[in-house]
């Protein structure tokens, strides 16, 4: 890198050098240390708790691969009288590349004023950001409390092995800050997330004499249909939270996605099962119970 780049890169770099893809997510620890040990160095006292295998597997789908021990790092440094405790957070996992990079996705680029990395934005920057706003946070007389800083695992499988698990155990705070995405808005909330299997069955038979069989992807298709009509109505609400200006709307709205079908053994053979994989994005004003009967 050259001799103009910030801290924010130098630390950013590092980090994308360091694949954190989930699934499956390995090598969570070698990339949280290249923050901890930051933090450390600034007078921090860090941990690395470790999430049991048997808990996180619990914890996603079933079909979801994981890989690697899931290690979340949590750095506290404790200035003046103040009982007041301040968290800053952001996850260390990114999503695997797609094809069509034309940037190495795990080495840090730089043209002109855009960095390019898998994570440079969801979510290793806020990583970066966060870790040195702290270190300087530590060498100043500007503040009194407790500063928590958490980088935690598996939020692009759903969180609850990481962020989840350490607020389950005893991780809390008075406020909390939480960096995630490339989000250009402070908001006070954001939309949940509910992702559910749905699994066609049908049965077996060669396509020669396919009246002997049922389709499970013919079955599936009707199932999708319907899923997406679902998502049609969906958009019609609103919630009373801002939403991102990026995000084309003024306020957030639920959505449900249809994001991954899989089915088939055969070209010559009835399809005997096909699997759905659903994505159900909530807004704070909508239930968990209430987006699971909509869809039942």
Request: aromatic share 4%; proline share 5%; with cysteine.
């Amino acid at each position: 890198m050259s001799h103009t780049d910030s801290l924010e890169e130098v630390v950013l770099g590092e980090l994308i050098g360091v694949d954190t893809s989930v699934p499956p997510g390995r090598n969570y620890l070698e990339a949280l240390k290249v923050a901890g040990e930051r933090l450390e160095a600034a007078g921090f006292r860090v941990d690395y708790p470790v999430t049991p295998m048997n808990v996180a597997r619990s914890r996603v789908r079933e079909n979801v691969v994981l890989e690697g021990e899931r290690v979340n790092m949590v750095a506290r440094i404790l200035r003046g009288e103040s009982k007041r405790r301040l968290l800053l957070n952001a996850h260390i996992d990114v999503v695997p590349p797609g094809p069509n990079w034309s940037h190495d996705p795990f080495k840090l680029s730089v043209e002109g004023e855009k960095l390019f990395g898998r994570g440079a934005s969801d979510n290793k920057g806020s990583v970066a950001a966060i870790t040195t706003a702290a270190t300087r946070l530590a060498s100043s007389t500007g503040f009194e409390g407790e500063l928590i800083v958490a980088f935690t695992c598996d939020e692009e499988i759903g969180g609850r092995s990481g962020l989840g698990y350490l607020v389950e155990n005893g991780l809390k705070a008075d406020a909390a800050i939480v960096g995630d995405g490339s989000i250009r808005t402070v908001g006070i909330a954001a939309n949940g997330c509910m992702r559910f299997d749905v699994r066609v069955r049908g049965q077996a038979a060669h396509s020669s004499r396919n009246w002997l069989g049922v389709n499970a992807v013919e079955k599936a298709a009707l199932v999708v249909d319907a899923l997406a009509q679902l998502n049609r109505r969906l958009g019609e609400r609103r919630s009373s939270v801002p939403a991102d200006p990026d995000s084309g709307v003024d306020y957030l709205r639920p959505s449900l996605t249809v994001a991954m079908i899989r089915g088939g053994v055969k070209e010559n053979v009835v399809p005997p099962l096909c699997e759905i994989t659903v994505d159900r994005r909530l807004i704070p004003e909508e239930t968990w119970e209430e987006a699971k009967a909509e869809v039942l």
